[in-house]
RNA sequence: GCCUUGGUAGCUCAGUUGGAUAGAGCAACUGCCUUCUAAGCAGUAGGUCAUGCGUUCGAGCCGCAUCCAGGGUACCA
């Protein structure tokens, strides 16, 4: 039972009541009553002044004294203003934390045989340089949301297109036939996509050198990018690799399984998964018979250098490239038998595309084309569209090695947590495996959280100069936490205390318990919003506030000191609540809680 | 130019469908480890919520205008 569910029923019998009027649930305000005034609930009783044409003091009075006699719990109640402040009754409480304990996973809805389908994509890499702080952010959005919707209810099947074929990697391809001197991660020992990354790096800086020639020797800026060496080479592998050229294909192959075991490495140490894997040299085919369906059925258009176009004039939008002229494909083309193929293999509801903002216009592009190619899950498209990770000195620029490399980043996390926990000392009674695992758990919180704390759609800032904290507001600090109360059950049990099913009733709640049921009867609600606005940080920030919460609890009063046996087993119990709440939304997180730390 | 997203404390960020005196953390300063883990707690200081007008009983939140910043804008992905 619900609190807020019953007061509203019953606001709608006092409004009708004392004054005769129906009234819909939205016009309802309740609100939890801010900790400077008397009560648990409020409701704000502005918006029914117009119905009673009485003053808000005289309108709270009468609905207080209505709700107070028709409803057992609401024991008291006082007026500020419009604000009704309502005194729910202690059992309601205790019956609230008695029934947050006695399930498995407070809050968390399982999927059904009936439930949805939501397919959703992320990490999309491209194979030719190694994943980079953006793509951290990409991941772990990805993967939690993933991890939330799934806790709503969805099934949900986690998806990553490979970008693995387009100019981008034929670049690093011939960066490497012609400078690679034969070098192979196995000959160099550097991991397979940071040695592909080196060539792509190396390509951008001959191919500037190139243009920058060109220009000397009087040749136009624009024609001299078109025209420089490198870029027609890697432009004429493109088209011997779409001509299925032994050679060419072979480069291709040997090149991308160097990055694929680069990258395996790194989502590994991420902790992300992915349930199917699409590449689009599999899909960007179909996605090109499709273009040429639509040239044909008269959706399309093909200029007299044959690339075929799109106009979206129609939806307020501009010319779209489909086709280049020299027949390759791009981007869309491949994105659009993605999807095709996508809704042939699974019985998807909802397809969500976790990408930059930097594609808003792709995708909404996309949403268009695909309907117009009369595929009806066109409309229903939905990109979730994340913001950029800046630098101080401006977005990161992979071309030019203006990046904060992924792998060092996770190396340089663990080395921090490893030093602070040996300064703290605090690990002592681990053996060695146990406390670099640990290390690792708190390093990886340290990175998640930060990247997921903040509201996905805004730009966020990196700064390397400052490593990522690891007190206040923090993954680690909410796994502190944790761990602290673990180790209070630890020594609860012990000493042969045991954490109780019941709750007394007729235990006297402190201001502080009431305040943390109060929170931990948020999450189901927290849960969910964080699903309906694809947004991680609502239950990160979630969980940061009832470990706070709980922390100030925890210097007030004592557990395992407390006055009665009785007492020391009903803050045990409430302290077990927090802890699983806050384990299972920090897993929702793609965050694990270490035991001991 | 057009489209789009943002602007909250020195810095990084929260801020529920519009609701009571706008909140955290970091940095600075002050206390608290003989007491269940001090990666903590308590406190001090720090704000014209970019600016102006409007809607409303009530605006950080909604609308309009302006300023600033990011992103996109026909053969990169």
Redesign the pocket.
């Known amino acids: 039972m619900n609190i807020e569910l019953v007061l509203l029923e019953d606001v709608k019998n006092a409004v009708l009541k004392l004054y005769g009027q129906e009234i819909n649930d939205?016009q309802i305000?309740l609100?939890?009553?801010?900790k400077?005034?008397e009560g648990d609930i409020?409701l704000?009783v502005?918006?029914f002044l117009r119905i009673s044409k009485k003053s808000p003091e005289k309108t709270s009075e009468d609905i207080g004294t209505f709700l107070k006699d028709t409803n057992k719990l609401v024991t008291e109640f006082n007026v500020?203003?419009?604000?009704l402040?309502l005194v729910i009754a202690q059992e309601y409480w205790l019956g609230a934390i008695e029934s947050a304990n006695s399930v498995d996973k407070f809050g968390i809805i399982e999927p059904t045989e009936n439930s949805e389908t939501v397919m959703v994509e992320y990490s999309s890499p491209?194979t030719n340089k190694p994943l980079h702080l953006g793509h951290i952010r990409n991941n772990l959005l990805g993967y939690s949301i993933c991890r939330i919707l799934q806790a709503n209810g969805y099934k949900v099947v986690k998806t990553n297109i490979v970008?693995d074929r387009?100019?981008?990697i034929c670049k690093s391809m011939y960066a490497w036939q012609k400078w690679g001197e034969g070098r192979t991660p196995e000959n160099t020992g550097i991991k397979g996509d940071h040695l592909v990354g080196e060539f792509y790096v190396k390509f951008d800086q001959e191919y500037r050198k190139e243009i920058e020639e060109l220009v000397q020797s009087g040749m136009e800026q624009k024609e001299a990018e078109q025209k420089a060496p490198s870029l027609v080479a890697a432009r004429e592998l493109l088209l011997k690799w779409e001509a299925k050229d032994p050679e060419t294909v072979k480069l291709w192959q040997t090149m991308n399984s160097w990055v694929y075991a680069g990258f395996d490495v790194t989502y590994k140490e991420l902790g992300v998964d992915f349930d199917k894997i699409y590449y689009e040299s599999d899909t960007y085919l179909s996605g090109k018979d499709e273009v040429l369906r639509g040239l044909k059925e008269g959706i399309f258009y093909q200029?007299e250098?044959q690339?075929v176009w799109a106009d979206l004039t129609g939806d307020k939008l501009?010319?779209?490239?489909l086709l280049?002229?020299d027949g390759t494909s791009?981007?869309m083309t491949q994105d659009i038998g993605t999807a095709k193929k996508r809704f042939i293999d699974y019985p998807i509801d909802k397809m969500v595309y976790v990408v930059g903002?930097?594609?808003?216009?792709?995708f909404q592009v996309l949403s268009i084309l695909l309907d117009k190619l009369g595929f009806e899950f066109g409309k229903g498209l939905y990109h979730f569209s994340y913001g950029?990770v800046e630098l101080p000195s401006g977005?990161m620029k992979s071309r030019e090695g203006k990046v904060v490399d992924a792998d060092d980043l996770l190396e340089e996390m663990v080395n921090v947590?490893k030093k602070?926990?040996e300064e703290?000392g605090?690990l002592g009674s681990l053996s060695k495996e146990e406390a670099t695992e640990t290390y690792k758990k708190?390093a990886l919180a340290a990175l998640k959280y930060f990247m997921l704390?903040?509201?996905p759609?805004?730009?966020?800032?990196f700064n390397p100069e400052e490593s990522i904290?690891?007190?206040?507001?923090?993954g680690?600090?909410i796994q502190?936490t944790y761990?602290?109360i673990?180790?209070?059950i630890r020594?609860a049990n012990d000493t042969g205390i045991t954490i109780p099913k019941k709750v007394n009733s007729g235990h006297i709640l402190l201001p502080k318990e009431k305040e943390l049921i109060k929170k931990i009867k948020l999450f189901p609600a927290a849960l969910k919003e964080s699903a309906d606005n694809y947004s991680p940080?609502?239950l990160a920030?979630y969980c940061y506030d009832l470990v706070?919460e709980f922390?100030?609890f925890?210097?007030e009063?004592?557990?395992?000191?407390a006055e009665t046996s009785e007492l020391v087993e009903f803050r045990l119990l409430l302290s077990d609540v927090v802890a699983k709440v806050v384990a299972n939304g920090m897993e929702l997180l793609g965050i694990n809680m270490p035991e001991?730390?």
Do not use: C, W
């Open positions: 939205n305000q609100q939890n009553t801010r400077e005034f409020t704000v502005f918006p500020v203003k419009g604000f402040n491209n970008n387009g100019i981008h200029k250098d690339s501009d010319q779209k490239i280049r002229s791009v981007y903002n930097e594609q808003n216009y792709h950029m977005k947590a602070m926990s703290l605090k708190i704390k903040v509201d759609k805004k730009n966020m800032l904290d690891f007190n206040g507001n923090t680690p600090f502190y761990a602290r673990k180790s209070v020594k940080a609502i920030n706070k922390n100030q925890y210097h009063h004592s557990i395992l000191k001991r730390m």
